[in-house]
């Protein structure tokens, strides 16, 4: 098969949809297929080596679609698609992110009967008013959403949550496929007891011993880091010690909010090296897989989220996991099994599991054994098979 990947940004702006989308390639390519990504990113100077193609619009076409009317962003779309077609006669097209460029293009393949896929992945199909998250919180974007989604052929859900947003609209159950994110587990390898010290002292803490929680994650209201402050407060409360690690771009400001923080033993780490070149898509880096296989609990109390790979990264870690009820967490998460969830913004339930993994180090010990397990669900071997099964199940339907 030739498939085409449709995504907004690309290399050299790497984030989670962006490798999800490299090594389905990645894959498709081992098996012999021709993979080739689109994307409205302006081109890089000098592009890594890759088995696959990337193939660049305009570089404002993003801004394009967003800021000019409807038809004059429909136009431009259909223009370049059909150069493209043409010139790489594609079997199936998958589209990365719903808003705008799926909603732009689904009718060009509806036109020419070529076989398309969407693959929402976030805020393009999720709602969460009372933080303002979600694009079709816009009643102009969400008229659109709902008229031109359910025109594709087939849907990828990260979780059970967005498979549910998806049935919302309309679309029928027999054209959505769970596809999660995945992991390669084999870069989360177990750390020598010398090695966990040398990275704990890096971090200023100085009683080793002291369980290490972890969270990961950017500074965002869906996160739901500014709780965590309160539930540091609450465990100590409790007499327990422990230090606290939260890492991702701008984790400080929740110091800015709650400057008890570094009583509490709360330590934050905004800064990681950047990636470039063949390292671009080495993510995450080889120093924040570190962190994870130094710690000792993983910690995500988040209000939403679409799919929670941080979790997916703590289970390949063998972190024992506590976070929230949330939607695409708790689809993750098996209660007990991974790790333990509370509901979103509730400090004291989510103090209390906390303190249930900290003293009991056996609890700790079996619930690791069990992430360690389950996170090759999530390897990207395995999931990257189940996308060229649907590209198949998808494409068979057209001949």
Known sequence: MKIAHLIPQFYPHIGGAEICIHNVCRTLAKNGHDAIVITSTLPPEESPKLPYKIEYLWSKTGGLFRNLPYFLGKAYLHYALAKLQQKHKFDLWQLTNGWPLAVFAVDFFKKNKIPCILRCCGDDIQKFPEIGYGMRLDMRIDA??????????????????????YLQLGIPDNKIRIIPNGVDTAKFAKLSDEKVCEIRESLG??????????????????????????????????????????VGRNVCEIRKKHPDCEKLGIIFIEKFAKFAGKDAFNLPSQELIDLYCSADIFALPTLV??????LVEAMAAGLPIVTTDAPGVRDVIEE???????????????????????????????????????????DWKNVSRRYLDFYDEIGKTFE
Request: some cysteine; glycine content about 6%; overall charge neutral.
């Open 144 to 165: 659109l959403v709902t008229e031109k989604y359910p025109l594709f052929d087939g849907f990828v859900a990260l979780t059970p949550s967005v498979r549910e947003e």
């Open 205 to 246: 803490i100085k009683v080793l011993q002291k369980p290490l929680i972890l969270t990961v994650g950017r500074y965002h209201p869906k996160k739901g880091f500014d709780l965590i402050p309160e539930i540091a407060e609450k465990l100590r409360s409790k007499g327990l010690e422990f230090n606290w690690l939260i």
């Open 305 to 310: 989220e679409t799919f929670g790979m941080v």
């Open 336 to 378: 007990e099994r991974e790790g333990f969830k509370v509901t979103a913004g509730d400090a004291e339930a989510f103090a209390e599991k906390l303190a249930d993994l900290i003293l009991n180090i056996e609890l700790r010990m079996k619930i690791s054994r069990n992430c360690l397990k389950s996170s090759q669900n999530y």
